[in-house]
């Protein structure tokens, strides 16, 4: 009896694949613990969250739409949907990433800037440039709204940065389908 | 019925209105409303257990035995903690369970009041679904919606959480028309041309092997049926999981006995160089798959599941059907009868050669002994004296459990309750007793290691109380034999804490709980003691006392693939399994 096996009770991971990001719209009822089961059965089952965004969505019907934003092997991405779709409370899982046109994704960051002199006229010039706009202002602070693409958003708090970024606020992606379809 | 009532009444009707004549339960501050309720009437029968994890075992043998859904009553707190372990063992193997938890009045919940727990929280892993019930007019819709959800599509448990108050309120009740759940649709029929791309693919095959599990015996005594008639129209072999054992019938030359980590040469051998498998009702366990790359390397692989989550999760498969096992095996079974074509019967015979010179290595074969009883002795003498009754077998997890897969035949479905995905120590006697209760006239039999018997050995007395004469026969060979046989095979015999210690003398524990006790440590007394315990109208306590060194083979050591795996040393050797009854055609 020659076992050299690995002793632990379980077969050692054979397989890799390469991994993708997807961006999942979630249609579900508007109940108590549906994003704790959401979140849940991410954490439960070792699955990544990049984004996350949630927001009743139709009030009459008590529904609310999650939208995630996710990173796993197409094989991960596939049990995911599925797993997400067998949940009781969850009526539609859309892998967003997969339309034959991609969809529109967006996401809306607050950005809180301290400085004076050069920096704050900088500052202005940079947020006109990438058509943010400021919804708070005080003699040393500005609050800047952008929305648009996360690169988008990332691009604009990196070259803010040095200008004296203080504190970002942002949304999470939401994501929508192109064209005159529904989900 | 449309009718004013309280929340405990409206459980108690409900119930009645979905059929439910048993309920295993324990009181306790939170749902003494509805004990009172119960108190009652008498169409619901409440059994007290002596542990509330053994009211949901209890639960999963009634329903695995007969199809139905299995209802649990448990106070808030701790009576739902201790629920845990069941509805996790119950959503492991897709059991239909209704568990109503009490809870704090709502006025009290997030105040850590006492006997308060986030039971919602805690079992929303580990149930299909759960409801927080939180007004009354919620109550009778969620209770239906439960037993809907917890019989449907892949069964599971489902918990409905219900406040104190909400108990004692009162509201109108009456038996929603349409259960449905807006969202909740599984799939039941499969795609047409789904089916016919398998039934083409069948046609084709030159070493095919049907590979099915629990989903066959979910979906009821009809998929067993189509599937007998479907393995034998086509004439391939199939081989089948621990769940779902029963459900092609064991004799059948057909048979090619159960695969995985404990399953025949045969089974595994054919799983490995199979050309197309046809898994029906099967979720490619590692269990089942052993090293995942070079799981069944050369296949086509067909897959029916009701749920689509278990659609390559692990493997990757070829052509997914999602539908329940009846309606997909009548459709196969239709497209088959009416297709012309069929695999060549010559490359057939080929394979049926092949697979009977791997029958010949006599994989289960086990040096018996005239001194000391062999645990596989005794389940082969077991089955052989109980083979004409009507039986049927829960057990515990460990080594005999594994035994008893391998040597107890089993020709029918639902006669089969065991504990697979969790494996759930001391899941066996609560179970029987559930099962016990179900099939008043019938022989039931736990199986059960004198390790994990003791777990839940309290429900003794809840056989002893309903008079339900179940017979506990413990393979007793003082070991976790399990663990130990893993201390042995992969940590050099360091036996840490694997020892039984301190055992009681299990013929004294059975009178202290005013059943019977049986020991038998002879093998040429074996028969009659099995005999005695079979005729004694009490519940048993069966002292089997085993090898205490014996292993259970074949073994495929984890992270191993199917042609790696291990025979014990009474096996034919691999040179001389080539006999001549490998060279009979089945
Ligand atoms: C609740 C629980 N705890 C621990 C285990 C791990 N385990 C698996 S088999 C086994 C030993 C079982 O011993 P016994 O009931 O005597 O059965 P045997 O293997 O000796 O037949 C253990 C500890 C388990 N499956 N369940
Ligand atoms: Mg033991």
Redesign the interface.
């Known amino acids: ?1 020659n ?1 050299t ?8 991971q ?2 890799t694949q390469r991994t993708e990001t997807h961006t999942l719209s979630v249609l579900v ?1 508007n109940e ?2 549906v994003l ?2 959401v979140i ?2 991410f954490s ?1 089952r070792g699955y990544n969250i990049d984004s996350l965004t949630v927001s009743e969505t139709e009030h009459q019907k008590h529904l609310s739409r999650i939208t995630i934003v996710t990173t796993g092997t197409p ?1 991960v991405i ?2 995911i949907i ?2 997400l ?2 949940q ?4 539609r899982v859309v892998d967003m990433s997969t339309l034959s046109v991609p969809a529109i994704e967006r996401e809306l960051a607050m950005v809180k800037v301290r400085g004076k002199g050069e920096n704050r006229v900088e500052a202005l010039r940079l947020a006109d440039a990438f058509r943010a706009r400021v919804i708070d202002a005080t003699t040393e602070s500005f609050i800047f709204e952008i929305t648009g693409a996360s690169a988008k958003i990332e691009g604009f708090i990196a070259l803010m940065m040095p200008l004296g970024v203080v504190e970002v606020s942002r949304t999470g992606i939401a994501a929508i389908s192109r064209g005159p379809e529904g989900m | 019925m449309t009718r004013e009532m309280t929340g405990a009444e409206m459980v108690i009707q409900a119930l009645a209105d979905q059929g439910v004549e048993h309920l295993f339960g324990y009181p306790g501050g939170a749902v003494l409303p509805i004990y009172d309720a119960l108190f009652e009437r008498n169409d619901v029968r409440h059994i007290l257990v002596r542990h509330e994890q053994g009211a949901v075992h209890a639960a999963e043998g009634y329903a695995r035995s007969t199809g139905k859904v299995g209802c649990v009553l448990v106070t808030s707190g701790p009576g739902a903690t201790n629920a845990v372990t069941g509805l996790t063992d119950a959503l492991c193997d897709s059991i239909p369970v209704v568990c109503i938890t009490g809870q704090v009045p709502t006025h009290l919940i997030g105040n850590d009041a006492f006997q308060e727990c986030d039971t ?2 805690i079992t ?2 580990c149930t ?2 759960n409801y ?1 019930v939180k007004t009354i007019e919620d109550l009778p819709r969620a209770l239906h919606e439960a037993f809907h ?1 917890a019989r449907s599509g ?1 069964p599971g448990p489902v918990v409905v959480d219900i406040p104190k108050d909400i108990q004692f309120a009162k509201g109108v009740y009456s038996m929603p028309e349409e259960i449905p ?4 649709r599984p799939k039941l029929k499969p795609d047409a041309d789904k089916v016919k791309a398998a039934v083409a693919l069948m046609t084709k095959a030159k070493r095919p092997l049907f590979y099915t599990g629990g989903g066959i015996i979910n979906s009821g005594p009809a998929a067993s049926k189509l599937l007998r008639e479907l393995v034998q129209a086509t004439g391939f072999p199939i081989t089948s999981t621990l769940m779902g054992l029963g459900a092609y019938p064991a004799s059948d030359p057909q048979w090619l006995g159960m695969l995985g980590m404990h399953g025949t040469w045969e089974a595994n051998w054919a799983m490995h160089d199979c050309d197309l498998m046809i898994n029906i009702g099967a979720r490619f366990d ?1 269990r089942i ?6 799981f069944s390397p050369g296949s086509t692989k067909i897959h029916v599941d009701i ?3 278990s ?3 692990n493997v ?1 498969v070829d052509l997914p059907i999602i539908g329940d096992c009846t309606h997909v095996l009548e459709d196969m079974l239709r497209l088959w009868r009416e297709t012309k074509a069929k695999p060549d019967k010559k490359t057939l015979d080929g394979w049926w050669k092949q697979i009977g010179n791997w029958r010949a290595r006599k994989s289960l074969a086990y040096h018996n002994s005239k001194e000391i009883i062999k645990p596989q002795y005794a389940i082969e003498r077991l089955y052989a004296l109980t083979r004409d009754r009507d039986v049927y077998i829960t057990t515990e997890v460990g080594q005999h459990q594994m035994w008893a897969a391998q040597f107890f035949k089993f020709e029918e479905p639902n006669r089969w309750m065991t504990s697979g995905g969790l494996g759930t120590m001391g899941y066996g006697l609560p179970a029987s007793v559930g099962v016990q209760l179900a099939h008043p006239g019938s022989l039931v039999i736990d199986i059960a290691g004198e390790a994990s018997v003791l777990m839940t050995m309290q429900e003794m007395s809840t056989a002893v109380q309903h008079r339900l004469p179940v017979k506990i026969f413990i393979l007793n060979n003082q070991y976790m034999g399990m663990v130990r046989q ?1 201390q042995e ?3 050099g015999g360091r036996y840490a804490e694997s020892y039984t210690h301190s055992l009681p003398d299990f013929v004294k524990l059975a009178e202290a709980y005013h059943a019977v006790g049986i020991r038998c440590d002879k093998p040429g007394e074996l028969d009659a003691a099995i005999i005695e315990m079979i005729n004694v109208d009490k519940p048993v306590i069966f002292d089997c006392v085993v090898d205490q060194a014996e292993n259970c083979f074949p073994m495929i ?4 693939a199917h042609n790696e795996m ?1 025979v014990g040393d009474a096996a034919e050797r691999l040179e001389d399994a080539i006999t001549e009854e490998g060279k009979v055609m089945v």
């Open positions: 009896m076992t096996a690995s002793t632990t009770h379980y077969p050692a054979t397989i009822d108590p613990g704790a089961r849940g059965l439960g094989m596939e049990q599925n797993q779709d067998r009781v409370p969850i009526h | 919602v929280g929303r892993p299909k679904y927080l959800i892949r759940h807006k969202g909740y590692d798959t052993g090293r995942l790359d070079a749920d689509p989550s659609i390559n999760k990757k893993w095979l992969l940590h050591p984890s992270g191993r291990l």
